[in-house]
Each structure stands twice: as C-alpha cells, then as structure tokens.
C-alpha cells in the first residue's frame, strides 16, 4: 500500500495554442503513478458522487527543493498531466524536452 506519495522521472514538454495565446509546460504521468491518479479521480467521484473540475486530482508537486499545489489533469492523448509553472523551471533549471525527478503527493 503506497502512503499517497510517489516519485517518477518525467520530461518537460511545451503545449503551444492556449486560448490566451501563452505558452504552457507540462509533465505526462504514465504507469502505476497514473494508475494511482485514475483511481484516487474514481474515488471521489463515487464518494461524492460528483467530478472534480476537468476531472483532476488535487496534487502536491516538488521538483528539488520547490514544492507547490496544482491539480493533475487527465489527458486523452496523454494520461494525466500536470502543469510545470514558470518559477519552478527557472528556479530549478528545467529544460523542455529532458528529463527530471518529480515528486507527487495525492
């Protein structure tokens, strides 16, 4: 049984085309931590009986020392995502396209 804490290694990617016209980062969530993330979505949905908004799941992120709150979002064409936000690139020195240790808490 896993205590609502899991670490994978993920790759920064860039999703252009937003209805605002920014630029957005994003880290997929595959395997068993995505496994996790679709069972922690159908928990709530049967015990509230209701969604959460675009269906995500409320997460604690930490890249090195920087944590912060974001939700994971499902995704048809990728699993689940979760959102990288601009001060955590920079202050962490992620680059788009390698790979990184994330640690999510659900």
């Known amino acids: ?10 790759t ?11 630029d957005w980062f994003f ?15 159908l928990m709530h949905r ?3 009986g ?3 908004g675009w269906g995500s799941v409320k997460v604690e992120a930490r890249v ?3 944590a912060w709150r974001t939700s994971a979002f499902p995704s048809k ?10 001060a955590v690139r920079k202050g962490e020195g992620l680059i788009e396209g ?7 808490q659900f």
């Open 1 to 10: 049984m896993n205590d609502g804490s899991y670490s994978l290694t993920a």
């Open 12 to 22: 920064l990617w860039r999703w252009a085309g937003g209805a605002n016209g920014g």
């Open 27 to 41: 880290a997929t969530i595959s395997g068993e931590v995505g496994e996790a993330l679709s069972a922690t979505a």
């Open 46 to 48: 049967l015990e509230t």
């Open 50 to 52: 209701r969604r959460s």
């Open 64 to 66: 090195g020392e920087t």
């Open 77 to 86: 064409e990728q699993g689940w995502i979760v959102p990288i936000k601009a």
């Open 98 to 104: 390698e790979p990184f240790e994330l640690d999510l």
